[in-house]
Each structure stands twice: as C-alpha cells, then as structure tokens.
C-alpha cells in the first residue's frame, strides 16, 4: 500500500499470526470429532456452521472472504459460549467453467502457438453496440457473469486472465488440462484460509465432481433419492442451440460467445387496435399483436407509447395459439425454437413489412393508465436485441424521455412520419416508481441534471441510464398497482407472472450476446429436453415453506427474500451435457450441474474425514479402510437415515456405526453463511433438497440461515479491471490476518453492501499493536499497582462497566452482528478502561487492570483470535483461547452507571463553562480574565416549585395518554396554573428539555428528586476535578443556601458551578450528612 511509513508492527503481528497458527496446526485446535455416547462432551451443545464451498478456478478475494468472516467469527464466539463447534470448508469444482477455460488455453495454443502470440489488439474489449450497452439486471442465479468480468479485468484471452494470476507461460500450459485446476487452486485457497486462522477442519475438506469417487458416489445416492421420490422429472429447458447442428451448443462448440446463456425477457403484448393500417388489412379479425422484450415487466405501468424503426423490416408471423405477432426475422426464429410455432425451427410469415407501414398505429397496452397509445418513431432501434419492438416508459428511461420529448417539441419531425398531434401531446410521463435521489420522474430528472437536449446525446444519455438504471431496479420503490410500497427488485417476478396469467405477456428467450457455433451458425435459445427439479410441486413446496418458518434468518428482508423466491420458483434444470461433474445415474449422458450437487453436501462433511482422511480428491487410503465401491446407496441410507435397516455390505458393523454416529451427533446445520445472492438459488435449493432427502424428520432441516451484502473496497465495487481488487492473500499480506479481520467485521452486518476501507485497516493494525504495547506494560508494572478492596466508587463503576460490556457484546455476537459486537467488545470496552485511568488518574486497581486485560482479550477473541492467543500466553494461560469459556459477567449496578455518567456530564459541563469565561475578554481591549483558581459547585436538591408543577403534569399527562402527547395539549393543562404565570415564558421551553430527557432516559426523568446522592458524587470527586478543571480548591454546596440566581439556575441532575479567583469557605453541612472521603463507597451512594 502507498503512504505505508513502515511496517514494523505489521511484521511483528504477522510473526505472531506464525507462531500461533504454528500451534494451532499442531494441537490440531480444531479438529472435532463426536464424542463417545454418554461422555461429558457428549453433554455439551455442539455447533455446525459451513459456507458455500468457493469454485477452484482462482484464488479467493475479500469478497468471498467478508461472506466467510461471518461463519468464522460465528464459529470463535459459540466454542467461548462451551459449545463444540465444528467448522469443514469444502471445494467447489463442478460445472462448465474450469473445463471451458482448459479449452480455451489448449486453443489458443493450438491457434496462436506456444507461447502465444496474440494480435496487437488483445488488450482492448470488443465496443458494445447501443444496444448491447443497456445496463442489465442480472439473474442472480447467474451471477458469475459479473463476477468472471471483475476478476479477469480487461484480459481477452484465457491466457492473459492465467498471467494476471502470476503465473509464468511454462507454469500455465498444464492448466489445458481441467484436472490440473482440481489439484492446483485448492492447495492455494487452503493455505489462504489457514493464514487467514480460519478455524476449519481440513479432515473433511474434499472437491467435487467424479474425479472424487466418495464424493460422487454420495451425489448419486442423492439424486437416485430424489428420483425415487419424484422430485425429479424430465421435460423441456431453455439452452443455447445451433440450428445447422441441431443440437445444443455448449462452450466447447462455439466459436464465439463462450459463456453466454440464455437470457430471459418478459415479452409484452400490444393488441393492435382496429381498424388496423393499410399494410395490416389481411390480417383483419385476428387477434395481432406488437410484442416488445423487456428486462423491465414491472415498469410497464408507466408505458406512454411503443417504439419503432421506420426502415427497419418487420414480419408479421402465426402464432401456434392463433394470434399474430409483429416482430423481426431474427426474433421470430429464436421464437421457433421456443413452442410458440406449429413446428419447431419453422416461422409461417404471414405479411412482411417495414416499420414506416405501422407507424402511428393505436395499440392497447396491459398496466398502463393510457386506455391507447401508438407506435412512434425511435431511430436507433436496434436489430442485434430483442424483437426491434420497443415499450417506452419515459419516467423512468432516459431514452424513451428524450425521445418522446423530441417529438413534442419538432413538429416537422411528427410530419415527416405522419405522427397527429394527438398521438404524442396528451401523453407525458407517469410516476411509477421512487428512485433515492431522483425522486418519481427518475428520467426526467436525471435529463434535468445533465442538461440532455435531445435524443442525439448519445453520451450523456448513456450516462444517465448508468446513473438511474441500476438504482432504480435495486432502491426504487412502487408507487402504482398491487405493488404499491415494495421494492422493485422484489416485483419482478411478481408483475410478470401476472401479466402471463392474464396473457398479456409471454416469456421469451434469447442469447444474452451472439453466439457462433464452429460450423459458423448463428445459434438462437431452444427448448430442450432435460432432467429437472420439480420445485413448483405443491407439496414438496409447502414442506420448504415449513422448513423457512423455522429457520433463524436473523434479518427480516432476507426472510422477505426467501418467500418472493417460493412465490416464483417452480423448476430448475439439473443436468448439462458438458463439464465437469456427476453423471445423472440413470442417464450417464448428463452430468448433474452445479447449483444441483451443492444442496445437501454438508451431510458428506459428517463423514468425509472418515472416508478420505484429507485427501481432497479421495484418492488417499481411507481411515476405516472402505473403498468408494462399498458405498453403496444402501450404506448412504443407513448412515443418513435413523431407521433405515443394516445393510448387506462387507464394511464392518462397527465403522458403519461410527459413521452414523458421526452424522447423528452433527446434524443439523446449526448455521449457514452467505452472500445475499445466493437466496433466490442456491440457499432456497439448500432448504428444498433437505426436506426432499429427510422430509419425515424436521430434526435435520437447516436451523440459521445468514445472508450479508456485497464488499465494496474503498467505497467501491470490486474490479480488477479499475484495479480495485484485493485476493485474501494480497490482503494477509498488506494488513495482516487479524488487521484484516478486525477491519471485515467493522465493515457492516445487513443486507446493505459493506464497506472495507484500507485506511480504516491500516488503523486498526495500529489499534491492535498498541493494546499489545499496553498489556505488556501493564504485566510489566503489575506489581507497583494499588492492592486491597475494590470498593471505592470509580473501581465499582469500572466492574459494572465490564459487566455491561459482557452483556452487550454477547447479545451482539448471538445475533452475528460482529460490527456491532466490535464497537460494545473493543471501542467501547477501551473506552471504559480510558476512563478508568482518567478518573482514578492513573491510580488503578491491580485485580481489576488484570480484569480487564482478560476479558478484553476474550470479547475480541473471535474476531482477532492471534494477537488474542498471544496476549492469553502473556497472562500466563497454559490453555489455548479458542478452547478458553466466555467472561461470566456480574450484575450490572445501573444506578451507579447513571451516577458515573452524571459526573463525566457534570465535569463536561464545567470544562465548558471555564472555556467560555477564559475566552470572554477575547478581542477586547480589556485584559483577559484571571484563571480562576477555586470553584463552588451548587447542587440542588429539589426543583424551583413552577419546575415542580411543570413535572408533576406532565407525569400525570403521560399516565393519561399512554405517552406524553403533543404541545396543544400540554399547553393547555399548563396555561391556568397560577404558579405559572411568572414564568411562562420559561415553561415551553423547559417542557421541550423534558421531553427529549424522557426519550433518553425514560420516565425517570420526570422524577422530582433524583435517585443517588448528587452532592456525595462530587465531593467523593474532588480530587479528580480540581485536577481535570486545574484549580485549587472546589467544593460542593446546596443551591438552597445560594443566591437567588443560583436557585434558578440549578435544579437535580444538573449542578451550577461558580468559579473564584479567591478562596470561599463556607460552613459545611453539618446535621444533613457526614463528610464524604475522596474514596467514595458504595454504603455512601445509595440510599
């Protein structure tokens, strides 16, 4: 990093983070097994908690690593709370990725020789069309598009994006070889994870895919499971196709276009109102349609006119459910393939055209408040997308806004095409939907703000798609329809499904950009034939919902996010027939895919130790001596299910059940950690299978389900093309394990994206060296620190002060708010301490100084558990912290805290009034003020009467009402009170005082008196504030001996101070109570 001065403390953190690691690897820490039946562990809760296995194809970023933090951090907390925790960490291999990038390096050797040599050109990406630079809202189950863009950068090559990794042109020709990925990236994210202390298992860490035979066998066993059950059905799915080939075109078949999907539109239907246009005639009587593709259903209420390109050509084609609909060639072909023509592949053209010959045509639009609209001229309408059929939504796209505003505005424009004015004046923009910043006309304002004239500013319009686009999808709020209030990213899939039921859309697919298949065919979406998972099945859908009903999702939108995604999910294509996996066990020509052997593999971790003994492909000798071949679906059923017969296997009686055993004892998942876009798939799938495998036994549904938002770096997304980008083994490196940890669980806890800043990590290196520094001067000067009782009213205010910090910690770490945790168990815990030494000046207490070290270093332990290792050896623990129990905090004395948080309040109130008498002569010509030397403190035991009666109402107002009500209220219970009349100028003001001291501290601020001897507090404080105010003398008096000023200006809970240059003696109360020593007890603060 730059600006580093040095990095000292940095090395002496990271020598630390060595030698404990060093230990932990060989007390293996964190290897658990289950305990024999009936033993003292056996009595112990025990606690699951796993991550979504990263995909070896590249090292781990700080993206996956702030996801897994949150497991981690888990994981520290519950062994402190005596549970036994188990963490596995497996790894993900399964899919098209790591064999599609092999392909491409064995062709680009193949093309351009070894090594290669590539065209000038390399480092530039192809220019999106227009078209194409329409920001996308991405399907979150496809979200590795994104993701590959901002690990590779700007790379075109697979061989460039293997040289960004470091590694040398010699180093990277055994990666065209897709096993190779299996056995080199796992190494490398293993030894990450153990740099970064995580505290995992590595027993039970295996891979995927048939490479591993454990593993495959348990992924067979699973879906034979489901099939018996009739989870799974064959049928149709949307693929990329080749028609020349007719077949699919995977990744390794095409020339162009490699890992390019389908991309699903919502195609909207725009009845044709009749009398239809002249070209249009033939068709009269049938039901024809403008179909529009868009991204975007929800908006569609704001829809003020259609779109189309004058010169374009256009067909008209038939339809298998009898209507006609209007688009180009090219969507029409993808159409054929997708069961809307009689025969598949084959378009029936009925008319051809171009757009000019249905220009201005009245269309009835579904959602839109407009009972017509009519097609309009767009000139830049593009083929390459969609169905050259635009919708215009004006409030809330800036195209569609400077366009249709173009319009209005150029009447010779309108006449060019023969546009009436009555087609384009009545219609302006509809307020849709609430966009942060750019309120309900998101479009308009956005033009406002860049000052767009025209539909010709091709740049700034691009930007403010940029600026509006994204946000509004992701922040905006529904102002219209059914969905009025919700967010718009969760209505999706709502507006369109009730637009296909009303068939007033349909859906449609389309390559998400071109693909070329190697036979030079321009390939199109296709509904295939395919093995599915029927997740749309009523029953086996009521059973998740169940599942989710249990389940802890500790935030309320990421349970919101579940049930939109049981609202709208129905099937899920589980098989490919390229890449690397499972085969489909009755159907061998399929390999099961990705987000499918990902549901229930957290019952493999049970035993996987057992199976494979650590070696992550299964190829080592097994611990219990079975061989992948020996487990069979009936030994995977009596290992996972508690009444399923023994089986007829040679493996022996008793490692069969050791194996049960293992699962019983471990099962369920006590926790599972995730980004949030892994709800709407992954994590949904994950309940889904798990009720499917055990749908009889709810014991071994998931428990905890927690989902976090994006890492931003530095306040910004991720990416390494901007070079904004961190791997976990930059960042150990650059701030250390624990630095970087420290600064991942202060980065956030919602669902919001977090924020990882370096300069806040760089801070909190310096924060962790210097408690270290602390501690060994502390263990250093122990034996010269006050001993005896700790009874004095600052020492008991300390302990009362841990013991809140305890309390307030561990109810933070329960509900894995770890930022929070951080701010009660570190800021605020160092905070006490600094008080500490401040109000005893530096005269602290041995037991309680070593107190606090203790609890300290336990409260942060699971978020920096190396330096807290190091600290836990320095006070001489023998024991390893991880094994180490949660501080026991005692009672929490809230009386004495309000007492203490009175005295800082009054010693602040006093430093402030000094500085404003010692800057008073300030620009005068008078001298400046005389320090003063002594001071008198008033204390007031009562308030003046009219405060009294102010008090006594507002109680009685506050008992009536169930609140204290508004100021009309108070107002005229006040106005008649005749010890009022004086001072009714004070009495609203006072009432607001009043109120905002009730939101802070409840009721008792309207007690008359209040609850702990005011005066006692400062006289037991003298010492401290003559030296904080820097005076002589201060005592402390009654304001009812006062002056009258001094009675007005004083009443309970806030003191009056007077300071003197000279000495004030006053006689000291007598008869009231005796004199109160500097070291307060407890005896004397309470009544």
């Known amino acids: 990093?730059?600006?580093?001065?040095?990095?000292?403390?940095?090395?002496?953190?990271?020598?630390?983070?060595?030698?404990?690691?060093?230990?932990?690897?060989?007390?293996?820490?964190?290897?658990?097994?289950?305990?024999?039946?009936?033993?003292?562990?056996?009595?112990?809760?025990?606690?699951?908690?796993?991550?979504?296995?990263?995909?070896?194809?590249?090292?781990?970023?700080?993206?996956?690593?702030?996801?897994?933090?949150?497991?981690?951090?888990?994981?520290?907390?519950?062994?402190?709370?005596?549970?036994?925790?188990?963490?596995?960490?497996?790894?993900?291999?399964?899919?098209?990725?790591?064999?599609?990038?092999?392909?491409k390096l064995k062709r680009e050797m193949e093309e351009f020789g070894y090594p290669p040599r590539f065209p000038a050109d390399t480092g530039e990406q192809p220019k999106d069309s227009d078209r194409d630079s329409e920001p996308i809202i991405k399907d979150k189950s496809k979200g590795k598009k994104s993701k590959l863009v901002a690990k590779t950068g700007t790379a075109k090559y697979q061989w460039q994006i293997m040289q960004s990794l470091g590694l040398s042109d010699a180093e990277i020709v055994p990666f065209a070889?897709?096993?190779?990925?299996?056995?080199?990236?796992?190494?490398?994210?293993?030894?990450?994870?153990?740099?970064?202390?995580?505290?995992?298992?590595?027993?039970?860490?295996?891979?995927?895919?048939?490479?591993?035979?454990?593993?495959?066998?348990?992924?067979?066993?699973?879906?034979?499971?489901?099939?018996?059950?009739?989870?799974?059905?064959?049928?149709?799915?949307?693929?990329?196709?080749?028609?020349?080939?007719?077949?699919?075109?995977?990744?390794?078949?095409?020339?162009?276009?490699?890992?390019?999907?389908?991309?699903?539109?919502?195609?909207?239907?725009?009845?044709?109102?009749?009398?239809?246009?002249?070209?249009?005639?033939?068709?009269?009587?049938?039901p024809v349609y403008l179909v529009a593709a868009t991204l975007r259903p929800e908006t569609m209420y704001g829809q003020t006119n259609c779109w189309v390109r004058p010169d374009m050509r256009y067909i008209a084609m038939a339809v298998v459910t009898g209507e006609v609909f209007v688009c180009t060639r090219?969507?029409?072909?993808?159409?054929?393939?997708?069961?809307?023509?009689?025969?598949?592949?084959?378009?029936?053209?009925?008319?051809?055209?171009?757009?000019?010959?249905?220009?201005?045509?009245?269309?009835?639009?579904?959602?839109?408040?407009?009972?017509?609209?009519?097609?309009?001229?767009?000139?830049?309408?593009?083929?390459?997308?969609?169905?050259?059929?635009?919708?215009?939504?004006?409030?809330?796209?800036?195209?569609?806004?400077?366009?249709?505003?173009?319009?209005?505005?150029?009447?010779?424009?309108?006449?060019?095409?023969?546009?009436?004015?009555?087609?384009?004046?009545?219609?302006?923009?509809?307020?849709?939907?609430?966009?942060?910043?750019?309120?309900?006309?998101?479009?308009?304002?956005?033009?406002?703000?860049?000052?767009?004239?025209?539909?010709?500013?091709?740049?700034?319009?691009?930007?403010?798609?940029?600026?509006?686009?994204?946000?509004?999808?992701?922040?905006?709020?529904?102002?219209?329809?059914?969905?009025?209030?919700?967010?718009?990213?969760?209505?999706?899939?709502?507006?369109?499904?009730?637009?296909?039921?009303?068939?007033?859309?349909?859906?449609?697919?389309?390559?998400?950009?071109?693909?070329?298949?190697?036979?030079?065919?321009?390939?199109?979406?296709?509904?295939c034939d395919q093995w599915y998972l029927d997740y749309g099945e009523p029953l086996w859908k009521a059973h998740t919902k169940e599942s989710l009903s249990r389940v802890n999702t500790f935030l309320d939108e990421v349970r919101k996010n579940f049930d939109a995604t049981l609202d709208w999910l129905h099937e899920h294509a589980c098989s490919r027939s390229f890449g690397l996996g499972t085969k489909i066990p009755w159907d061998p020509q399929y390999v099961i895919e990705a987000l499918s052997d990902s549901t229930i593999y957290m019952a493999f971790y049970t035993v996987a130790h057992l199976l494979q003994g650590g070696v992550f492909d299964g190829s080592g000798k097994s611990p219990l001596n079975i061989s992948p071949d020996q487990m069979t679906p009936d030994v995977w059923d009596y290992i996972f299910f508690s009444q399923a017969p023994l089986p007829n296997t040679d493996i022996p009686i008793d490692s069969l059940q050791y194996m049960k055993r293992e699962f019983e004892y471990w099962y369920p998942v006590d926790l599972r950690v995730s980004g949030k876009d892994l709800v709407p798939n992954h994590l949904t799938y994950y309940l889904y299978n798990h009720c499917a495998i055990w749908p009889d036994d709810s014991s071994k549904w998931p428990k905890a389900i927690r989902a976090n938002g994006h890492l931003l770096l530095n306040s910004e997304k991720m990416s390494k093309s901007t070079g904004n980008f961190l791997s976990l083994s930059q960042a150990l490196e650059t701030f250390s394990a624990d630095g970087m940890r420290f600064s991942l669980a202060d980065a956030g806890d919602s669902v919001e994206d977090a924020n990882f800043v370096e300069s806040m990590a760089d801070a909190g290196i310096l924060r962790l060296y210097t408690y270290l520094e602390w501690v060994k001067e502390m263990l250093s000067e122990k034996d010269a620190m006050r001993t005896g009782p700790v009874d004095s009213f600052n020492d008991q205010v300390f302990i009362s002060e841990m013991n809140r910090g305890i309390v307030d910690s561990q109810q933070h770490y329960e509900k894995m708010m770890f930022k929070e945790a951080l701010k009660s168990g570190f800021y605020e815990f160092q905070a006490v301490r600094d008080k500490y030494r401040e109000m005893t000046m530096g005269d602290m207490h041995r037991d309680l100084v070593l107190r606090f070290i203790e609890c300290q270093t336990l409260l942060l332990s699971p978020i920096c558990p190396h330096i807290c290792e190091h600290v836990w050896g320095l006070l001489g623990k023998s024991n390893t912290i991880v094994n180490?129990?949660?501080?026991?905090?005692?009672?929490?004395?809230?009386?004495?805290?309000?007492?203490?948080?009175?005295?800082?309040?009054?010693?602040?109130?006093?430093?402030?009034?000094?500085?404003?008498?010692?800057?008073?002569?300030?620009?005068?010509?008078?001298?400046?003020?005389?320090?003063?030397?002594?001071?008198?403190?008033?204390?007031?035991?009562?308030?003046?009467?009219?405060?009294?009666?102010?008090?006594?109402?507002?109680?009685?107002?506050?008992?009536?009402?169930?609140?204290?009500?508004?100021?009309?209220?108070?107002?005229?219970?006040?106005?008649?009170?005749?010890?009022?009349?004086?001072?009714?100028?004070?009495?609203?003001?006072?009432?607001?005082?009043?109120?905002?001291?009730?939101?802070?501290?409840?009721?008792?601020?309207?007690?008359?008196?209040?609850?702990?001897?005011?005066?006692?507090?400062?006289?037991?404080?003298?010492?401290?504030?003559?030296?904080?105010?820097?005076?002589?003398d201060l005592e402390v008096c009654y304001s009812s001996e006062g002056e009258e000023k001094i009675r007005e200006e004083c009443c309970p809970g806030k003191p009056?101070?007077?300071?003197?240059?000279?000495?004030?003696?006053?006689?000291?109360?007598?008869?009231?109570?005796?004199?109160?020593?500097?070291?307060?007890?407890?005896s004397t603060l309470h009544r």
């Not at 408040?369 to 997308?385: A, D, G, R």
């Not at 004030?1064 to 109360?1069: A, F, G, L, S, T």
């Open 1 to 103: 990093m730059e600006g580093r001065k040095g990095t000292a403390k940095l090395n002496e953190l990271r020598e630390i983070e060595r030698q404990v690691q060093e230990r932990w690897a060989r007390e293996k820490v964190f290897e658990m097994d289950a305990p024999p039946i009936g033993s003292e562990e056996a009595k112990k809760d025990k606690f699951l908690a796993c991550f979504p296995y990263p995909y070896m194809n590249g090292r781990l970023h700080l993206g996956h690593t702030f996801s897994l933090s949150k497991c981690e951090f888990a994981i520290g907390y519950q062994r402190l709370r005596g549970k036994r925790c188990l963490f596995p960490f497996g790894l993900h291999c399964t899919g098209m990725p790591i064999k599609a990038c092999a392909d």
């Open 884 to 1032: 180490a129990t949660w501080p026991v905090a005692g009672a929490v004395d809230n009386l004495l805290l309000r007492s203490s948080q009175y005295l800082m309040d009054a010693a602040h109130e006093f430093r402030v009034r000094l500085k404003a008498i010692m800057q008073s002569g300030k620009g005068k010509k008078a001298s400046p003020p005389q320090k003063p030397t002594h001071a008198v403190v008033w204390v007031a035991k009562t308030y003046p009467p009219w405060q009294t009666t102010v008090l006594t109402t507002l109680k009685e107002l506050h008992e009536a009402n169930n609140g204290i009500p508004d100021n009309k209220v108070i107002a005229v219970a006040l106005k008649d009170k005749p010890e009022l009349k004086k001072y009714m100028k004070k009495v609203m003001p006072f009432v607001q005082v009043l109120k905002e001291n009730v939101e802070k501290h409840g009721l008792n601020a309207l007690n008359l008196t209040m609850d702990f001897d005011e005066a006692a507090i400062l006289e037991g404080s003298v010492k401290y504030l003559t030296s904080t105010l820097e005076l002589d």
């Open 330 to 527: 090219r969507a029409a072909k993808n159409m054929s393939y997708q069961g809307f023509t009689a025969e598949n592949g084959k378009v029936e053209v009925l008319l051809e055209l171009v757009g000019q010959d249905i220009m201005g045509m009245a269309l009835s639009a579904p959602l839109t408040s407009y009972q017509v609209i009519y097609t309009l001229p767009m000139l830049n309408v593009k083929e390459e997308k969609g169905t050259g059929i635009v919708t215009s939504v004006p409030s809330d796209a800036p195209d569609d806004f400077a366009a249709l505003r173009d319009l209005k505005k150029k009447q010779p424009f309108r006449e060019k095409y023969g546009i009436k004015d009555e087609m384009v004046l009545p219609f302006d923009p509809v307020p849709i939907i609430e966009v942060p910043g750019f309120g309900n006309l998101s479009a308009v304002t956005v033009c406002d703000q860049l000052k767009i004239q025209s539909q010709n500013d091709k740049d700034k319009l691009q930007d403010a798609k940029e600026r509006v686009y994204l946000k509004g999808f992701y922040e905006g709020v529904m102002l219209v329809g059914e969905e009025k209030g919700k967010k718009v990213q969760d209505v999706k899939k709502s507006v369109q499904k009730k637009m296909v039921d009303k068939k007033e859309a349909v859906i449609y697919m389309e390559p998400e950009k071109q693909v070329i298949s190697r036979s030079a065919d321009e390939c199109v979406v296709a509904l």
């Open 177 to 286: 070889d897709p096993h190779h990925w299996l056995t080199y990236f796992p190494q490398l994210c293993k030894k990450d994870l153990i740099d970064m202390g995580l505290k995992v298992d590595w027993r039970r860490t295996f891979i995927t895919t048939d490479v591993n035979p454990y593993y495959d066998s348990f992924v067979r066993w699973q879906f034979l499971k489901l099939k018996e059950r009739g989870k799974i059905q064959f049928g149709k799915r949307y693929t990329i196709y080749s028609p020349k080939d007719g077949q699919p075109c995977m990744d390794h078949d095409r020339s162009t276009g490699e890992g390019v999907g389908p991309q699903e539109y919502t195609l909207i239907k725009m009845k044709a109102v009749e009398p239809y246009p002249e070209k249009l005639r033939s068709l009269q009587g049938k």
């Open 1056 to 1082: 009056y101070i007077v300071y003197t240059t000279q000495v004030r003696i006053k006689e000291r109360r007598k008869s009231e109570r005796s004199v109160v020593q500097a070291s307060l007890t407890l």
